[in-house]
């Protein structure tokens, strides 16, 4: 049996930590900068083994560069901004980014490194999306209306 000593301490909890974010909001980002890795990594493969011969090397570097821009942004504007538009864009694209992977998948499958990358982002995509519903993310959204 362990007591708590903190449970009976006369000074409050702080409801956010020292850094300003609630916990969801520090771990969606996290989460959302380890799937914008995930994704560079995967694009590359993607490109190499898939659209080299089919798509000019700068033009997919900058549709990757102004994807990312525009996520990068977005979570910026959720997490710095307490942006509630930002969450419902960032949740739409997500969910409409799922499309092309299933494709994706289809062609390539999940026993290869492209098709494990594809289900690692997919899973880092979409959990920290879910994290954006968390009782304080949505303290920390409702703390200011865009």
Not at 3 to 11: E, L, M, Y
Not at 36 to 63: E, I, K, Q, S
Not at 68 to 75: C, E, G, H, P
Not at 91 to 114: D, E, M, R, Y
């Amino acid at each position: 049996m362990t007591d708590n000593i903190a449970r009976d301490s006369s000074v409050p909890a702080p409801s956010v930590p020292a850094s300003g974010l609630p916990d969801s909001i520090r771990l969606f980002e996290r989460l959302q900068g380890s799937a914008l890795v995930v994704g560079w990594a995967n694009a590359t493969l993607a490109y190499h083994d898939l659209l080299r011969d089919r798509v000019h090397p700068l033009l997919f570097a900058t549709a990757l560069c102004a994807l990312s821009a525009v996520v990068f942004v977005l979570v910026a504007l959720i997490s710095r901004r307490h942006s509630v538009s930002g969450k419902w864009i960032l949740i739409v694209l997500s969910a409409v980014g799922i499309g092309p992977w299933f494709l994706l998948l289809q062609h390539i499958g999940t026993v290869n490194l492209p098709g494990l990358l594809l289900l690692a982002q997919g899973a880092l995509q979409f959990g920290s999306c879910a994290l954006l519903m968390a009782s304080d993310s949505q303290a920390w959204l409702a703390g200011r209306d865009d």
